[in-house]
C-alpha cells in the first residue's frame, strides 16, 4: 500500500478572499462547479466553510466509482475535505498571483498494494487530474 496523490492548480483573476470564499461555498459554488463525475451530490449539515458535511459519488470511471462522505475544515488559506469512508483527502489551497490568485487541489489517499496498487498508483492520478482540471476550469468561469 503507497500513498496516491493527484494535483492541478489554476490562476484565476479574482482575489484570494473571493476564491476561498466561493471554494468554502458548498451550498451554491460547489453545486455548480462539479463536472459530471460527481453525482448525487448535497449538503447534510452546515454549507458554508468550516464544519459543513457533504457527500457524493465520485464516478471517477465506467467502472470505478467512490462514495464520499466529506467533512470540511478551513484554516488560512486552505480549505480541507476528509472523507468518512476512506484515506481520501483533498486540499484547496489559494495564494496571490499577481492580481489573482493561484488555486491548487490536491487529493491523496492511501492505496491498494500489490499489482492492483502498482496500477492504481500509475493511472488513478492522470483520470483525477482531468477531473481536477475540469472542476478549476468551471470555478474560473464561476469566478468570472
Known sequence: ????????????AAAP???????????????RILPEQYRDYR???GGQGDGTVAEWTLQATSKRSRNVKASVA??????????????LVTRWTVEPSGTGSQ??????????????????????????????????ENLKRELG
Not at 478572499?17 to 466561493?22: F, H, I, M, V
Not at 478551513?74 to 484515506?87: I, L, Y
Open 1 to 12: 500500500m503507497g500513498q496516491v496523490s493527484a494535483s492541478s492548480s489554476i490562476t484565476v
Open 17 to 31: 478572499e473571493a476564491a476561498l470564499t466561493a471554494l468554502s461555498d458548498y451550498e451554491t459554488v460547489r453545486p
Open 43 to 45: 449538503v447534510i449539515s
Open 74 to 87: 478551513v484554516a488560512g488559506n486552505t480549505v480541507t475535505e476528509r472523507d468518512a469512508n476512506s484515506s
Open 103 to 136: 488555486i491548487t487541489t490536491t487529493t491523496e489517499w492511501v492505496g491498494a498494494g500489490g499489482i492492483g496498487g502498482f496500477f492504481e498508483k500509475t493511472f488513478a492520478p492522470l483520470g483525477l487530474k482531468k477531473i481536477q482540471a475540469q472542476t478549476l
